[in-house]
């Protein structure tokens, strides 16, 4: 079986809902991991996703900020996990599990902190924050769970390779990019053996953006992007990857998110 996975951060769920329904009625995955739905979970939108077929729906929110949500045509199992990464409160993790194609896979859904502007924990408590996150993420192993595959998918607000920002050279120094940073993710890969499949299926020295600023006059034509939104799987999924697509052109539609959606298709 074809079994698709999507990821999005929405930059609030009840303000771009028409393009969410844009999205899945023209894209129709089988999972969306959204994240900043900024949405309490008392108010999240459950109707307007069920009307497509997403019946399935996990959430994790909290009202203003951050949150997160996972919503599928496929059944998910009743163990859904929500961890409180840094033990501060905030919604930024959630984890489900489904069967597709014989196989049970656990897929996490983050929201990693932004980190501020300044990268220096001693004047800039948010970016000492991103790197607590990114230390307790190092535990986080791809076959953890005997049995069961995974995937981890999300707005990591890191771009870790060279030619996943428009300048290397000139954001060496910008949150998200920073060395610390990127070390971090790295290592979270490399030492949870999980496979980065955007990387997998489109290797470096390609250039690949799924966010591109508000700042920008004309975000298309200053191309100044950042791969900021991830998808990876266990070691056992990476070669059931058939296609990997960033919807560019969604950074265009009508009030639109920063980031765009990117969609992994696997044949299972």
């Known amino acids: 079986m074809a079994l698709t996975i999507a990821t999005w ?20 995955p089988d999972i969306l991991c959204l994240q900043e739905t900024k949405c309490p979970n008392d108010l999240f939108p459950h109707a307007p996703l069920e009307a497509l077929g997403y019946h399935h729906i996990a959430i994790h929110g909290q009202k203003g900020y951050h949150g997160v949500a996972t919503i599928s045509r496929l059944p998910i ?12 409160g905030d919604s930024r993790h959630l984890s489900v599990i489904f069967t597709a194609g014989g196989k049970r896979i656990r897929l996490h859904n983050f929201y990693v902190p932004a980190g501020g502007d300044e990268p220096d924990r001693t004047i800039n408590p948010k970016f ?4 607590d996150f990114i230390e307790e993420m190092k535990l986080l192993k791809a076959d953890a769970d005997a049995g069961i595959s995974s995937v981890l998918v999300g707005d990591l607000n890191i771009a870790p390779l060279e030619h996943d920002v428009w300048s290397h050279k000139q954001l060496l120094k910008i949150v998200s990019h920073t060395p610390v940073e990127t070390e971090g993710l790295l290592a979270i890969m490399t030492g949870g053996n999980w496979v980065d499949l955007m990387r997998q ?7 690949l953006y799924t966010w591109w600023s508000y700042r920008a006059q004309d975000w298309a034509a200053a191309d100044r992007g950042r791969r900021l939104d991830h998808i990876w799987s266990s070691v056992d999924l990476a070669p059931r990857l058939t296609d990997m697509q960033i919807l560019r052109e969604a950074r265009g ?3 639109p998110s920063d980031h765009v959606p990117v969609i992994a298709t696997f044949d299972l």
């Open 9 to 28: 951060n929405i930059n609030s769920i009840r303000l771009r809902m028409p393009i969410v329904e844009q999205f899945l009625t023209a894209h129709q």
């Open 77 to 88: 199992e009743e163990t859904i996990e929500r961890r409180d990464y840094c033990n501060i």
């Open 128 to 131: 000492g924050h991103k790197l």
């Open 201 to 207: 299926h489109v290797p470096e020295p390609t250039k």
């Open 253 to 255: 539609w009508e009030r």
